[in-house]
């Protein structure tokens, strides 16, 4: 989702999200295998907040590739709840 596709379809997410996301995994990946070990809290929490940013940059990524395909789908999200 992060290269494009010439005469297909351009990427999916900026470099910006792509980074905020890999970062997400690889400490999923990282913690996932601790086998146990106990999690700092304060990292955790700043984790968090990193997946809500990353989170909402992924759902503007996914809005600019929606008016790409469909420039009305723009009314039809803006419907939408926010969350």
Do not use: C, Q, W
């Not at 995994?25 to 968090?48: C, K, P, Q, T």
């Not at 759902?59 to 929606?66: G, Y």
């Amino acid at each position: 989702m992060h290269n494009d596709f010439p005469g297909v379809r351009e990427r999916v997410l900026s470099d910006e999200t792509y980074r905020a996301l890999d970062a997400i995994r690889a400490f999923r990946h990282r913690e996932r295998n601790s086998y146990g070990m106990s999690l700092d809290a304060d990292i955790v929490e700043e984790r968090v907040r990193e997946a809500v940013e990353a989170f909402e940059m992924f759902r503007l990524d996914i809005k600019r590739l929606a008016l790409t395909l469909d420039p009305s789908a723009m009314d039809e999200l803006e419907k939408r709840p926010k969350d």
